[in-house]
């Protein structure tokens, strides 16, 4: 099964508003990181937050991280039509080199 | 899409046929990874690559093939024994495999069986 989940599955705001999907995830993880896909196309890397991080920005962005809970949360700050795209949340775990995707958040950004 | 290059965008297979996806990057990066995607789903891992030459299986490596015989290349081949091959195919790189690395993706190839 998905290390990582996203939640809502699918997230409809008006242009301006802020937009948060959450992320919860199984088992200990040295780092969680945020992708983003627009329709058809290939994903794009967004932030990073290491397992000893607590919250991370990048411009827009802001990203929490809380390892008690075993979640996180990508904030997106005054939102623009242009961010409309899937955001996917990705943990490695341990010793593994590799990535394990969640399912994403279709986010919609109406103008 | 960060110098990565995948073809074709589209690509038809009949029932019975092997096909072969391209993935070059130019961006000297030494571990190279394929990805699945379905509908509303996340990214499965078929195979990953950390040096010429060698390559690991991933969650869903069955039906598939790889090879990497240049650092720029890794090409998968899906093959007749894959019984359900429709989906979405993403290549990506990173400059190595270490935990903290982050993934650069090619724009996907679209597979349909015809």
């Known amino acids: 099964s998905q290390q990582g989940e996203e939640d809502p599955q699918a997230l409809s705001i008006q242009e301006g508003e802020n937009a948060t999907m959450n992320c919860s995830y199984k088992?200990?993880?040295?780092?969680l990181q945020w992708y983003r896909q627009n329709s058809g196309r290939g994903l794009v890397h967004l932030i990073l937050i290491r397992s000893n991080e607590r919250e991370k920005h990048s411009g827009r962005l802001r990203v929490t991280l809380d390892t008690s809970k075993k979640s996180s949360s990508l904030l997106i700050t005054a939102s623009r039509a242009a961010d409309t795209a899937s955001y996917f949340c990705?943990?490695?775990?341990?010793?593994?080199?590799?990535?394990?995707f969640g399912s994403g958040t279709q986010l919609t950004v109406l103008p | 899409d960060g110098g990565i290059t995948q073809s074709p965008k589209y690509l038809f297979r009949k029932e019975g046929q092997n096909v072969t996806l391209s993935c070059e990057q130019n961006l000297n990066h030494d571990a190279m990874y394929w990805y699945r995607q379905d509908p509303g789903q996340g990214l499965r891992l078929i195979y990953y690559s950390q040096i010429v030459n060698d390559f690991q299986k991933g969650d869903i490596a069955e039906g598939y093939s790889v090879s990497r015989e240049k650092k720029e290349s890794f090409p998968l081949t899906v093959t007749s024994a894959q019984k359900n091959p429709t989906a979405f195919y993403l290549c990506?790189?990173?400059?190595?495999?270490?935990?903290?690395?982050?993934?650069?993706f090619g724009s996907g190839t679209q597979l349909s069986v015809l």
């Open positions: 990506a790189s990173s400059p190595q495999t270490g935990i903290e690395e982050k993934l650069f």
């Open positions: 088992t200990s993880i040295n780092n």
């Open positions: 990705a943990t490695a775990i341990g010793s593994a080199r590799q990535l394990t």
